[in-house]
């Protein structure tokens, strides 16, 4: 069974400081791997969907790798600010209908 | 662009009432879910459909049902609620097959049942 683990729970650091959260995964047989971000009390936004056979996605600040072989991704946000405070969650799709498991996640705080 | 809709956003219930959350999307997605959030343990797969007329279970299917008789609409109904099933409960759908597509979700309904 796909084990998703999101390591730390939580993260707070100084505004302007580079972000980097990890992901790791058990099963190296993934169709794709999901960042998602989460606001107190709202649904889940997507921020970076990295392919099967892709090693990284880019998107603004926002850059995400993916090693299949060791199974890991980070995620890296360059200069956080106080408007990245969320909380960060990756998901790995398991087959190719869409289904996804999650990590718990992990909580970051931005101090100004 | 509605996107995912989910209703209601908050709903509380005693033991042993029934209920149905409801999930619609405009966006021509094949691949539906509804997932539960739970402290500390990440987003859990209920129920998924690949279309209409198809529906199947995820990781913790007991205690709720589903139906897909619409590609837009992918009810979730609580058949004899339990505190148990105190959560935040998400639909979110996407186009199936390629690994491409990313999942959109709603915004939730956080359910209380005492």
């Known amino acids: 069974k796909q084990e998703v683990t999101q390591i730390p729970a939580a993260l707070s650091v100084p505004e302007g400081e580079n972000l980097v959260l990890n992901c790791s995964f058990t099963?190296?047989?993934?169709?794709?791997l999901q960042w998602f971000r989460q606001d107190p009390g709202k649904g889940l936004t997507s921020l970076l969907l990295i392919q099967s056979s892709q090693r990284e996605q880019t998107s603004g600040r926002l850059n995400a790798s993916l090693d299949k072989s060791s199974g890991r991704s980070t995620l890296y946000i360059a200069a956080s600010q106080p408007g990245d405070s969320a909380t960060y969650l990756c998901a790995v799709m398991t087959d190719s209908w869409g289904k996804l498991q999650f990590g718990a996640g992990t909580q970051v705080v931005v101090t100004p | 662009n509605a996107g995912v809709t989910q209703t209601p956003k908050f709903q509380v219930l005693k033991t042993g009432q029934s209920m149905t959350l409801q999930c619609a999307q405009d966006m021509n997605h094949e691949y539906m879910s509804w997932y539960r959030q739970d402290p500390g343990m990440g987003l859990r797969l209920i129920h998924y459909s690949v279309g209409a007329g198809i529906t199947d279970q995820g990781e913790v299917p007991n205690g709720y049902n589903v139906s897909r008789s619409t590609t837009e609409d992918f009810p979730l109904r609580l058949l004899s609620a339990a505190p148990s099933q105190t959560s935040v409960y998400f639909c979110?759908?996407?186009?199936?097959?390629?690994?491409?597509?990313?999942?959109?979700f709603g915004n939730g309904t956080r359910l209380t049942v005492t």
């Open positions: 979110a759908s996407s186009y199936k097959g390629t690994g491409a597509s990313p999942l959109h």
């Open positions: 099963d190296s047989a993934i169709y794709n």
